[in-house]
């Protein structure tokens, strides 16, 4: 038997689309799991809490905090390639248009007084909002705010055809 890709998906800061344009797939993605994929971490998608590794992650969102931080470059560690998946991460994106402002102003207009990032078990915001690829080596990019459906179909058959 051929054994499944192992795919994960990390989220970063971002705003849900490109995962609906993911699950927007539908039945067409859950027979990628069935058959060729074996989904070893998505929050968004599956109740596992983390993985050892991966033949390919997507990284969704630009890297906001001190924990998308920590996570992706686990990820970079854990997986042989690392997809740069839509806008955000690629470019920092919409979630870029926070550095217009000053990151302690922006937590006491949200928060009021109480910063809750001073919360040991929250994440530390960064100073900048950046793309993936000032902290890690990203092997391919896939754009697009969320990327299209017809670009999200070639990846994955890329990914099958073992030419990602
Ligand atoms: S690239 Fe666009 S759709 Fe995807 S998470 Fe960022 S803002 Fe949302």
Redesign the pocket.
């Known amino acids: 038997m051929v054994e499944k890709i192992k795919l994960a998906i990390e989220d970063c800061a971002?705003?849900?689309?490109?995962?609906?344009?993911l699950a927007d797939l539908g039945t067409a993605l859950l027979d990628l799991f069935d058959k060729h994929i074996d989904l070893v971490y998505a929050p968004i998608l599956a109740s596992t809490t983390d993985y050892d590794k991966a033949d390919i992650t997507l990284v969704?969102?630009?890297i906001r905090s001190d924990h998308d931080l920590e996570r992706v470059k686990a990820a970079r560690e854990k997986s042989k390639i690392i997809v740069s998946?839509?806008?955000?991460?690629?470019s920092a994106?919409?979630?870029g248009l926070a550095n217009l402002f000053d990151k302690d102003e922006m937590l006491k207009r949200a928060y009021g007084t109480e910063d809750p990032s001073k919360h040991k078990e929250t994440p530390k915001l960064l100073d900048e909002v950046k793309p993936l690829s000032k902290y890690i080596h990203v092997d391919y990019i896939i754009p697009?705010?969320?990327?299209p459906q017809p670009v999200i179909k070639q990846m994955l058959k890329s990914v099958l055809k073992g030419v990602l």
């Open positions: 971002l705003c849900g689309g490109c995962e609906i344009a969704i969102g630009a998946f839509g806008t955000c991460p690629s994106g919409l979630v697009g705010c969320p990327p």
